[in-house]
């Protein structure tokens, strides 16, 4: 079997980053000899680590990562945060463009929710986010479209990784990004908020009054998303941890309407 050593060397000249995290994550999966040289020849090629082992590290949790699935952004952890901190006792939460489901796995764990429900459009990412969560609660279809009537209404928070990159920057991205994971989980559309602008403007009729809306952006779409929070009846703010490079907008639903 290949020492830590070499397979440092070999995904250090494919341009791994961290080769040697990575090796040793390669190293402790591998169930032989022939599987792990597969594995690593796999990763040197561009194939996303979390697909070659089948799970990603995410708060603390593994999240299992199926060929094809968008893998879950270690900046995203800071979405969940906030979908956890939002999430009282007792509360319904919906996960949005769920993909493995790894943010509603996190508010699983980490909150009181009396009810987590996620949503995807990707079939495969809906038979993903069904090994790391409870069947019935993960829902095949266009946002708001695949979840259950009963729910309209009675929602406490929508959190969402809506794609948000710029079709044109979708091409910029690195190949294991736009070469292995669904372009429907990457690309935004012109202006990288397609998608984030029917989040926002149908979870009124889904949330409570008062109810809380978190969806991942980009810095420099920020002042723009919050923008369209406020026109859409909420109280929004531009939360950031710069540390870990993520941005996200909060709002809290007008108590106050009809």
Do not use: K
Not at 20 to 25: G, R, T
Not at 29 to 49: F, I, K, Q, T
Not at 161 to 173: D, G, K
Request: hydrophobic share 50%; glycine share 10%; charged share 20%.
């Amino acid at each position: 079997m290949p020492d830590a050593s070499d397979i440092v060397a070999v995904l250090r000249a494919a341009g791994c980053v961290f080769a040697e995290d990575e090796a040793a994550v390669l190293l402790a999966e591998a169930p032989s000899p022939d599987a792990l040289a597969a594995m690593v020849a796999r990763r040197a090629a561009g194939d996303p680590l979390e697909q070659i082992v089948g799970w990603a590290g995410f708060r603390g949790l593994r999240v299992v990562v199926e060929p094809g699935v968008f893998v879950p952004r270690q900046r995203t952890s800071f979405l969940a945060g906030l979908a956890v901190a939002a999430t009282r006792d007792g509360a319904t939460v919906v996960d949005m463009c769920c993909g493995a489901g790894a943010v509603a796995l996190a508010v699983r764990v980490e909150s009181g929710a009396a009810q987590v429900h996620a949503a995807d459009v990707d079939p495969a990412a809906v038979a993903c986010a069904r090994r790391n969560l409870p069947p019935a609660t993960v829902h095949q279809g266009d946002l708001y479209a695949a979840l259950p009537p009963d729910l309209r209404g009675r929602v406490d928070v929508v959190v969402a990784n809506a794609p948000y990159v710029p079709t044109a920057a979708v091409a910029l991205m690195p190949p294991e990004a736009r070469l292995h994971e669904p372009m429907v989980a990457l690309d935004g559309g012109g202006d990288g908020l397609d998608i984030a602008r029917r989040v926002v403007a149908g979870a009124p009729q889904w949330l409570v009054a008062g109810g809380v809306l978190l969806v991942e952006t980009s810095d420099e779409q920020a002042s723009v998303l919050r923008d369209l929070f406020v026109r859409n009846g909420f109280a929004a703010s531009v939360e950031s941890d710069d540390e870990i490079g993520a941005t996200a907008v909060r709002g809290v639903l007008d108590g106050r309407r009809g």
